[in-house]
């Protein structure tokens, strides 16, 4: 099979490259780098479509998320159909659901995202679903947050938290949290390359974690004795303080991929437990 990989010098699209350069024939393409008037799609089976902007934790205008997110992603999947290219994998996001929740989402849940971000990813899906026929086949794959080897941002930051702190306020969390080890989202990637499944399907792991268990289980990889203590108001002052940071230590954001992995005869391959060792080893599996 032959495809054409964007975005694969990011987290996902390096560990795709890395774990799949010998399965498939391979074909990368940068929308920074390269020209994209001269990419030539002549040939390829599939476009694989991680490059995007993501969430940015210092902000970013609306008008920088359209252009990567809807603009280049449109103009890509046009000149691949264009091209016979019968295939085109996009790479979303929960955030197009909107927020944490306490109601799990599911492959059908109504899609209301509330900033910017999420609105782009949700406005490239509907156009691409529009592009969708008997001979283009358009594959969406909507994520939570994505670990492993090399995670940036919020993870990156608990992780040198618990590795210098020895005591933290997270002694009984009542949440639950989705999320997604890298190889277990590029083992989906696989296998709708593979099914060649036109439709909506969602990338999880199979068990939800409170912050607590979140926080135990990178410590016990990290091999670091943490203390988990109750502070009295801590999570009334957060939340009246920093109300984004309470929504990610104490909200609920729980996905239910059932109908995917039905749909797609898929399994994780990999335990919670072996990501996160492996995200904080260095060896991702």
Same mark, same amino acid.
């Given at each position: 099979?032959?495809?054409?990989?964007?975005?694969?010098?990011?987290?996902?699209?390096?560990?795709?490259?890395?774990?799949?350069? +010998?399965?498939?024939?391979?074909?990368?393409?940068?929308? +920074?780098?390269?020209?994209?008037?001269?990419?030539?799609?002549? %040939?390829?089976?599939?476009?694989?479509?991680?490059?995007?902007?993501?969430?940015? @934790?210092?902000?970013?205008?609306?008008?920088?998320?359209?252009?990567?997110?809807?603009?280049?992603?449109?103009?890509?999947?046009?000149?691949?159909?264009?091209?016979?290219?019968?295939?085109?994998?996009?790479?979303?996001?929960?955030?197009?659901?909107?927020?944490?929740?306490?109601?799990?989402?599911?492959?059908?849940?109504?899609?209301?995202?509330?900033?910017?971000?999420?609105?782009?990813?949700?406005?490239?899906? +509907?156009?691409?679903?529009?592009?969708?026929?008997?001979?283009?086949?358009?594959?969406?794959?909507?994520?939570?947050?994505?670990?492993?080897? %090399?995670?940036?941002?919020?993870?990156?930051?608990?992780?040198?938290?618990?590795?210098?702190?020895?005591?933290?306020?997270?002694?009984?969390?009542?949440?639950?949290?989705? @999320?997604?080890?890298?190889?277990?989202?590029?083992?989906?990637?696989?296998?709708?390359?593979?099914?060649?499944?036109?439709?909506?399907?969602?990338?999880?792991?199979?068990?939800?974690?409170?912050?607590?268990?979140?926080?135990?289980?990178?410590?016990?990889?990290?091999?670091?004795?943490?203390?988990?203590?109750?502070?009295?108001?801590?999570?009334?002052?957060?939340?009246?303080?920093?109300?984004?940071?309470?929504?990610?230590?104490?909200?609920?954001?729980?996905?239910?991929?059932?109908?995917?992995?039905?749909?797609?005869?898929?399994?994780?391959?990999?335990?919670?437990?072996?990501?996160?060792?492996?995200?904080?080893?260095?060896?991702?599996?």
């Amino acid at each position: 099979m032959k495809i054409l990989l964007t975005g694969a010098n990011g987290f996902i699209g390096s560990y795709f490259l890395d774990k799949y350069r +010998l399965e498939y024939q391979i074909k990368t393409f940068s929308f +920074l780098k390269n020209n994209f008037d001269s990419l030539d799609l002549s %040939g390829l089976n599939t476009i694989v479509h991680l490059s995007a902007l993501v969430h940015q @934790m210092g902000g970013a205008n609306s008008n920088e998320y359209e252009k990567v997110n809807v603009i280049q992603t449109l103009e890509l999947a046009k000149k691949a159909k264009d091209s016979g290219v019968r295939h085109f994998i996009f790479m979303s996001t929960v955030k197009v659901y909107g927020d944490e929740s306490d109601t799990a989402y599911t492959e059908k849940t109504p899609c209301h995202p509330q900033d910017d971000y999420g609105q782009s990813k949700w406005h490239a899906e +509907l156009e691409l679903q529009k592009l969708s026929d008997e001979h283009f086949t358009v594959s969406i794959i909507r994520t939570p947050i994505v670990y492993g080897t %090399g995670v940036k941002a919020n993870i990156k930051n608990l992780i040198k938290l618990i590795s210098k702190v020895p005591i933290l306020p997270f002694a009984n969390t009542k949440n639950r949290r989705s @999320m997604v080890y890298v190889g277990n989202l590029c083992a989906l990637i696989a296998q709708v390359l593979a099914r060649r499944e036109a439709g909506i399907f969602l990338a999880c792991d199979d068990t939800s974690l409170s912050t607590t268990e979140f926080i135990r289980e990178i410590a016990t990889s990290l091999g670091k004795k943490c203390y988990l203590i109750d502070i009295p108001f801590f999570e009334n002052l957060l939340k009246y303080f920093k109300p984004t940071f309470h929504q990610r230590l104490f909200g609920n954001l729980i996905v239910d991929n059932t109908e995917t992995k039905k749909k797609l005869g898929f399994r994780n391959p990999y335990s919670t437990a072996e990501g996160i060792k492996a995200m904080i080893t260095g060896n991702n599996l």
